[in-house]
C-alpha cells in the first residue's frame, strides 16, 4: 500500500479548520496511508483539535491508516490537556 506524506502548518484553530478539514478528509479517500506531520502548527484551539479527532474517525470509518506525527508544542500541550494524546497520536508518539 503506498502513502500519503502531508504537513499541517501555521494556526489550526477556528479561523482555519475548515479549509484543514476539507484537506485532511480528501487524503483520506484514497486507499493509502497518510502520514500527516504536525511539527508546522503554531497553535491549536479546540476547533483544531476536533478536526483532528474527526479525520481519525473518518480513517477508522473507511479503514485507511493515518498516522500524526512530530507534534509542534501547541499541539502537544493541547493534546495533554485534554487527554486525547493516545486518540489522536501514534504510538511513537505518544511516547517522544
Do not use: W, Y
Not at 479517500?29 to 473518518?58: F, I, K
Not at 507534534?71 to 493516545?86: C, Y
Amino acid at each position: 500500500m503506498k502513502a500519503l506524506q502531508s504537513t499541517v502548518d501555521g494556526e489550526l484553530t477556528i479561523v482555519t479548520v475548515a479549509a484543514q478539514n476539507q484537506r485532511l478528509q480528501a487524503l483520506l479517500t484514497g486507499d493509502a496511508a497518510v502520514s500527516v506531520d504536525l511539527s508546522g502548527v503554531t497553535e491549536v484551539d479546540t476547533a483544531g483539535l476536533q478536526v483532528l479527532l474527526l479525520a481519525v474517525r473518518e480513517a477508522e470509518r473507511v479503514g485507511v491508516p493515518l498516522q500524526f506525527h512530530s507534534p509542534s508544542a501547541p499541539v502537544r500541550a493541547v493534546l495533554d490537556l485534554t487527554g486525547l494524546t493516545d486518540e489522536v497520536c501514534s504510538p511513537e508518539m505518544s511516547q517522544a
